[in-house]
């Protein structure tokens, strides 16, 4: 097979599937031409206006007008924060505020994988074995939810963090659905005399638009990705305290890559611009809507979603009332187009390949035109697709598939997926 068909394979499939995955998006037509743009063809290496290599002038108007953009669209003073756009993904961009203001063995106190975190903040397992690069450089411990309500306790983590004294405290995650309290971890970050970073990843476009909290006035850096609710191609801003700017510069380059993705650059930088239109306001508040429309018809179908709702885009389910695990409740919605994640939840018995719940959210829907009424029919062919099928928890994938296969009803509820989404095509051209 050829690339090209590979793509025009996918670009078919993105449009048949019903896709809830909370980390993915479709970028507008404007981003997918800046990133597919001759802004490839260069390297620029250094900073705007101070480059390693000649013939920068466009690279350098380009790289000032994404921060600027970047810096309106959160409102930020810039006598007061930076950003850098160069991070080439959301993981680079954490390590790059580590790598600006740690020194190795240095203490990160950071929220656990298990409890919606990631692995970017010093993840290790349980069992101390250290899995992520940041594990192994920096001493890494974890705050965790509260048995009783799945929120975080603030007074139980500022205990922690008076007892294990952090140079800095990590907020946000991939899988905790409500209102992180960034003020209070900020207190809680100057009283142990740590700094302070919110990892806004998933929720930058939230953040942008007033629909969740915003860290920056607490914070001492921000990072994000640009491809989740921000509708950007792949790509990372590392916001950072005045002070900082040189730091966070040097960190990224030389400290940690080469050449900037300038295409992906252009890509952020109208994504930015998109964030600014009233549109994207309008998408934004939808994204909620939908997500707490969506959320509350699965608690009406007896899904039992941890915490009961959500204060973002994302819902995270515990789906052992409805399937033996999150995997097998994947697969068996795969094989209707329904595209979502398994996760694990807070106190997982199982293990990430195994595990208890799965995770959706309503970034990409929304961006199809689909509003609440199209929510509650997303609920009811969750509900009946989980209902037609089950199978053992330890199923091994190729034997699982081949069941699910010999479903008939499966293929009838994927009818009803591909119908529901060929009314709403991802681009209209
Ligand atoms: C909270 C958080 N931080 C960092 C990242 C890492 O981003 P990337 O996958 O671009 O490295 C993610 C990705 O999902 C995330 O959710």
Redesign the pocket.
Known sequence: MKVKEIIENELKYQQQQLKLIP?ENYVSKGVLNAVGSVMINKYAEGQAFKRYYQGNKNMDMLEELCKNLALQTFNLDPDKWAVNVQAV????A?LSVYNAILNPQDKILAMSLFHGG?L?HGWKLPNGKKISFSSKVFNSSFYMVSPKDYRFDYDQIEKQAQEEKPALIIS???AYPRQIDFKRLSEIAKSVGAKYLA?I??EAGLVANGQYDSPFEYADFVTM?T?KTLRGP?G?LVFCRKEYEDAIDSSIFPGLQGGPMMNSIAGIATALEEAQTKDFETYIKQVRKNADTLAASLVKRGFNVITGGTDSHLILIDITNKQPNGYVAAEILEAVDIILNKNTIPFDPGSPWRPSGIRLGTPSVTTRGMKEAEMEVIAELIEKTLKEFTADGDIKKFQLKKEINKNRHIFEIKKEVNDLTQKFPIYND
């Open positions: 980390s993904t959301g993981s680079v954490n990631h970017s946000g995650g991939t990892d990843a998933h990705t491809r792949i990372a």
